[in-house]
């Protein structure tokens, strides 16, 4: 079994907007939470905090840990074409808040669009699973 071990962070400003990231990979694209893997030795609040500026352009800082979600993906549901073993993620979602920067898209990475978005919009947006997961750790709307 594969495992990938990530870090993501629930942004919420006074306007009770979220930032949300536009992920494109795998077999269609949707808007996702800011963040992704850790590198080696990395810690989590700090791939938490390096993810977002990659992936917003936005500086923030972690205001808390708010939940560990956990999942299996069997062989035949993951990204990687031929792959035989299957993927187990732990997902570490953090309450952060931003202190710098300015908004941007990335270039050239597993996103490609950066937005605020209402809460109330958020249940019309095409989503991963992870956006409403991270959203009920954050007791949001």
């Not at 795998?26 to 939470?33: D, F, K, L, S």
């Not at 840990?65 to 956990?70: E, P, Q, R």
């Amino acid at each position: 079994m594969d495992l990938r071990v990530a870090a993501y962070a629930v942004v919420i400003d006074a306007d009770d907007r979220i930032l949300l990231a536009h992920w494109n990979e795998g077999r269609r694209a949707a808007w996702t939470m800011p963040g992704g893997g850790l590198e080696p030795g990395e810690e989590p609040e700090r791939a938490a905090r390096r993810e977002v500026r990659e992936e917003t352009g936005f500086k923030v800082a972690i205001d808390g840990l708010l939940g560990i979600h956990s999942r299996v993906i069997p062989p035949g549901r993951r990204l990687t074409p031929g792959v035989t073993d299957p993927l187990h993620t732990l997902r570490i979602v953090y309450r952060a808040h931003v202190v710098g920067g300015k908004l941007r898209n990335e270039i050239g990475g597993s996103t490609d669009r950066a937005q605020w978005f209402a809460l109330a919009e958020v249940p019309k947006l095409q989503r991963v699973k992870l956006v409403d997961i991270a959203l009920e750790m954050a007791q949001a709307p």
